[in-house]
C-alpha cells in the first residue's frame, strides 16, 4: 500500500506560494472544461463541477504525479454517454442521473480490480494505434454534436453516430441563429487565439466571463441566445448506486476504466520531469479507482487525467499536488458561491469550448506516421476510429483492445531462435538473419534462443529449429542450442527440449543444449526428463563444450 500524499514528500516551505497559484491557473481551465465536458454526457453542468472536488482530492493524497491535474476529460465524457445511451428509455432524469453515479462507482471498481491483479503493465501493452482511432473517433464525433448548439438549432435525439447527426445538422443550416452563430465563432476564435498568442492566459475563463457579461449587459437572450438551465449552489451530497442497472452498465465502465487509466498515465508520464519518482502503473490504477469511488458517492463522472489543465499545472510551476488540492477548493468556492452567476452562461460557450477541446484530439499527421512505420498499427488504428463513427466508441475501444491482442499474439508466436555463426580467430557471434539462412560449424547447426517459451511460441520455434537441421545439406551430426537467455523455466521450454531431443534422435542427430544459466538448469531438473537429459552430458555450460559434446554423437 502505497504512502499517502507521496507527492509531499520532502516538501518545502517556499513551494507554497508555487502550487496554490498553479492550482489556482489550473482551475480557471479545468473548471470550465469540466462543465462542458458534463454536456458531452448529457448531464447537467453541475456534475463536471463536482468531478473537480473530492476526486481531485483523492489523487492527491494518493496519485504519484506531481504536476497532473485530474478532473474528466472529452474522451471520458462521450464513453459516458455511450456507456448511459444503453439504458431503457423509461428512466426518469433523477433515475439517469443516479445511474451516471454508479457507473462512476463501477468505473472505480474496475480501476482497484485491476489493481488487485496487478494489471497496470498489462492494459499498458494496448497500441497507442488504439489511443490514436479512438481519439480520432471521439473528437470527430463530439464536434458534430457541437453543432446544432454552436448554430442556434435543436439536434434531433434519433440521430445517431458521426454521419447521422452530420446529415440532420447540414438540414437544418438555414435555421440558425445570427446571434448563437456570431457568440459561438467570436468564442472559437478567441479560444484559439490566446492559445497561440498567450497560452498563458485561462482562454476558457476569459470567455466564460465575457459572455457571461455580454448577457447580464444585453439583450441577446430575447434574440434566441440559448442559456444553461440553473446550476444548484452548494456541495453535492451523497447519493447511493442503482444496483438494478450494474449489469447494463459494468461493460461501459469497463471500457471506460481502460481509458481512464490509459489517459492517466500518459499524461502523468509526459508531465514527469527528471528529477521526480517513475510513475508506477499500479498506483495509479489505486489513485484514479479510489478517485473514481469517491467520485461515485459525491455526484461525479468518472475521472481521468486531462492534459490541457495537467499543461497549465505544470507551466505555472506546481512542484506537488498541493496544486490539486487548490484547484479542488476554488471549485467548492464556485460551487458555493457562483452558481447564480452561471446561470448568465450561454450554451454556446460551452459547445465552444468541446469543440476546440476536441478538435484537438484529431491528429491526421498520426495515421500518415503509422502508414510509414508499420501497417499494421496503421489498420489498427483506422478500424477503430471508423468503427467509432458508425458503430459507436464503446465497441470501438472494445475492437481496438482485441486488434492489439491479435497484434501481440502474432508478435509473440514467431520462432524465439536465431543462428549463431563461428568468428574467425574464435568466438561466436549472432545472425540477425532468418533462420532460414542457418550458419553451421562443422557438422554442427548452432542456434541462440532469444528468450523465455511459453504456450504461443513453443510450437513455432521447436519447427523452426527442426526444420533447418533437416534442410541442412549434409545433413548434420549434431544441434546445439545455445539458452543462456532463458532466464524462467517453462513448461512448454521443456517440452520443446524433449520434443528435439525426440524428433532429432530419429533423424540419427544429436541435440545438446549450452549454457543454461545455474538457477534455470535447478528449476529444469525438477522434471524427471531433463535430470536424465542432463546425466547424458546433453546440458554443457558453454557452447565448445557442447560442441565437442555434439561430435561424439
Not at 539462412?437 to 527442426?466: C, K, R, W
Not at 549450452?514 to 546425466?535: K, M, S
Request: hydrophobic share 50%; aromatic share 6%.
Amino acid at each position: 500500500m502505497p504512502a499517502l500524499l507521496p507527492t509531499l514528500s520532502g516538501y518545502q516551505r517556499g513551494w507554497i506560494r508555487y502550487d496554490v497559484l498553479a492550482g489556482v491557473a489550473a482551475g480557471t481551465v479545468v473548471i470550465p472544461q469540466a462543465m462542458a465536458y458534463a454536456t458531452i454526457a448529457g448531464l447537467p453542468v453541475e456534475v463536471g463541477l463536482y468531478t473537480c472536488m473530492l476526486p481531485m482530492l483523492v489523487y492527491a493524497a494518493l496519485g504519484g504525479s506531481r504536476s497532473l491535474s485530474i478532473s474528466t476529460t472529452s474522451t471520458i465524457a462521450v464513453l459516458t454517454a455511450s456507456a448511459l445511451a444503453v439504458l431503457p428509455d423509461d428512466r426518469t432524469p433523477d433515475e439517469l442521473l443516479r445511474d451516471a453515479f454508479t457507473l462512476t462507482t463501477l468505473v472505480g471498481l474496475a480501476l482497484l480490480l485491476m489493481r488487485l491483479f496487478r494489471l497496470g503493465s498489462l492494459v499498458e501493452q494496448i497500441s497507442p494505434a488504439t489511443m490514436i482511432g479512438v481519439k480520432t473517433g471521439v473528437g470527430l464525433t463530439v464536434a458534430v454534436s457541437q453543432l446544432p448548439t454552436l448554430l442556434g438549432v435543436s439536434g434531433d435525439a434519433e440521430s445517431q453516430g458521426f454521419f447521422g447527426r452530420l446529415g440532420d445538422t447540414l438540414s437544418k443550416l438555414g435555421d440558425a441563429n445570427g446571434v448563437t452563430v456570431v457568440v459561438s465563432a467570436v468564442a472559437i476564435g478567441v479560444l484559439y487565439l490566446l492559445r497561440r498568442v498567450a497560452p498563458q492566459v485561462p482562454g476558457p475563463l476569459v470567455v466564460v466571463a465575457g459572455a457571461i457579461l455580454l448577457v447580464a449587459l444585453t439583450d441577446v437572450e430575447e434574440h434566441g441566445l440559448a442559456l444553461i438551465e440553473h446550476v444548484p449552489s452548494g456541495l453535492p451530497t451523497p447519493t447511493m448506486p442503482m444496483w438494478g442497472d450494474i449489469g447494463v452498465l459494468m461493460p461501459g465502465a469497463a471500457a471506460i476504466a481502460i481509458m481512464a487509466f490509459m489517459e492517466t498515465v500518459i499524461v502523468a508520464r509526459a508531465q514527469r520531469q527528471r528529477s521526480e519518482p517513475p510513475i508506477d502503473s499500479d498506483q495509479e490504477l489505486l489513485a484514479n479507482g479510489v478517485a473514481a469511488l469517491a467520485g461515485g458517492l459525491s455526484q461525479s463522472m468518472p475521472p481521468a487525467g486531462g492534459f490541457s489543465q495537467s499543461a497549465v499545472n505544470q507551466r505555472a510551476g506546481a512542484r506537488t499536488q498541493l496544486a490539486g488540492v487548490t484547484t479542488a477548493v476554488l471549485a467548492v468556492l464556485v460551487a458555493l458561491f457562483l452558481g447564480p452567476v452561471l446561470d448568465d452562461l450561454p450554451e454556446a460557450i460551452l459547445a465552444a469550448m468541446v469543440m476546440v477541446a476536441v478538435l484537438g484530439l484529431v491528429h491526421p499527421a498520426e495515421f500518415v506516421r503509422l502508414l510509414r512505420i508499420d501497417r499494421a498499427e496503421f489498420w489498427v488504428a483506422l478500424a477503430t476510429a471508423i468503427i467509432g463513427l458508425t458503430a459507436g466508441l464503446l465497441l470501438a475501444v472494445g475492437v481496438g483492445v482485441a486488434l492489439t491482442l491479435v497484434l501481440v499474439l502474432r508478435s509473440v508466436s514467431r520462432s524465439q531462435v536465431r543462428p549463431i555463426h563461428a568468428r574467425i580467430g574464435g568466438g561466436w557471434t549472432i545472425n540477425p538473419e532468418t533462420i532460414d539462412e542457418t550458419a553451421s560449424y562443422d557438422d554442427m547447426v548452432l542456434f541462440h534462443l532469444d528468450g523465455g517459451l511459453f504456450t504461443g511460441n513453443a510450437q513455432p520455434t521447436q519447427d523452426a529449429i527442426f526444420t533447418a537441421a533437416l534442410n541442412r545439406d549434409p545433413r548434420p551430426a549434431a544441434v546445439v542450442l545455445e539458452a543462456a537467455s532463458v532466464g524462467k523455466v517453462t513448461t512448454p521450454f521443456l517440452d520443446v527440449l524433449e520434443g528435439l531431443h525426440a524428433d532429432l534422435g530419429q533423424e540419427d542427430i544429436a541435440f545438446v543444449v549450452a549454457a543454461l544459466a545455474p538457477e534455470a538448469a535447478e528449476t529444469a531438473r525438477r522434471a524427471a526428463w531433463f535430470a536424465g537429459f542432463e546425466d547424458d552430458g546433453l546440458v554443457q555450460p558453454t557452447v565448445d563444450a557442447a560442441i565437442e559434446r555434439g561430435r561424439r554423437g
